[in-house]
């Protein structure tokens, strides 16, 4: 079955323990991006990345890194989470360069820091 | 710079009555179009995308939205709403730049009464 698999689903932590949250496609997808989804705001990409060892900065980039080693994984690090990084998740994914790609999303990974 | 306005943070039916919820889009370039749906705890899953051919498109479980270029706008409908269809729903604009963002609306979210 064709999916995006994240990891963990759901984590509380404490500020600055450093966390990652891994993320995997099994489409052979060449895009890969990371969103954060906050009430009211709709979702936000932090980071994204066209294809192996290329990543760039999407629109909330600061507090997060990330790394495309594989074409497959795309993690998403906190290196010292603080509250403000408290949210809902996403890892999406998609086929070719165009925009008119629909974006396959992962089901989320809720992350709260204390 | 794109942006997206759901016009609806809310919106209630009863079983058996039309859905319409609505939403606007503002972009530089010609964009690509997309409807998702939230099921609690899960992911976005797609409806429907407009990418420039016919203007009035079908998408799953009978949504269908319509691309009105001179209204700029983007409404989903479905003629008979069914409980199975409350959830959170996303309009979201896509242009075909190197990031490739989707660029969400804050989401309007369905109940369906019994």
């Known amino acids: 079955e064709a999916q995006v698999t994240q990891n963990p689903r759901y984590l509380i932590t404490v500020t600055g323990k450093k966390l990652t949250v891994t993320c995997s496609q099994n489409?052979?997808?060449?895009?890969m991006s990371w969103y954060r989804q906050d009430p009211g705001l709709g979702l936000r990409q932090i980071y994204y990345?066209?294809?192996?060892?290329?990543?760039d900065k999407g629109d909330v980039p600061e507090g997060y890194k990330v790394s495309r080693k594989e074409k497959r994984n795309f993690p998403l690090i906190l290196e010292s989470p603080s509250p403000n990084q408290t949210s809902l998740y996403f890892c999406?994914?998609?086929?070719?360069?165009?925009?008119?790609?629909?974006?396959?999303f992962g089901d989320g990974t809720r992350l709260s820091i204390l | 710079a794109q942006s997206v306005t759901q016009l609806d943070s809310h919106v209630s039916v009863s079983e058996g009555t039309p859905v319409l919820l609505r939403c606007n889009y503002s972009s530089s370039y010609s964009p690509s179009l997309f409807w998702y749906v939230q099921h609690p705890n899960k992911g976005l899953q797609l409806l429907l995308k407009y990418t420039s051919a016919a203007t009035l498109v079908k998408g799953i479980n009978g949504f269908e939205a319509e691309f009105k270029k001179s209204e700029t706008s983007f409404h989903l409908t479905k003629p008979s709403a069914h409980m199975s269809d409350a959830a959170e729903y996303f309009c979201?604009?896509?242009?075909?730049?190197?990031?490739?963002?989707?660029?969400f609306g804050s989401g309007t979210r369905l109940q369906v009464q019994p």
């Open positions: 489409m052979n997808h060449e895009y």
């Open positions: 990345s066209m294809n192996v060892e290329v990543t």
């Open positions: 979201v604009v896509s242009v075909d730049t190197g990031r490739r963002a989707l660029t």
């Open positions: 999406a994914s998609s086929l070719g360069r165009g925009g008119s790609q629909p974006q396959h």
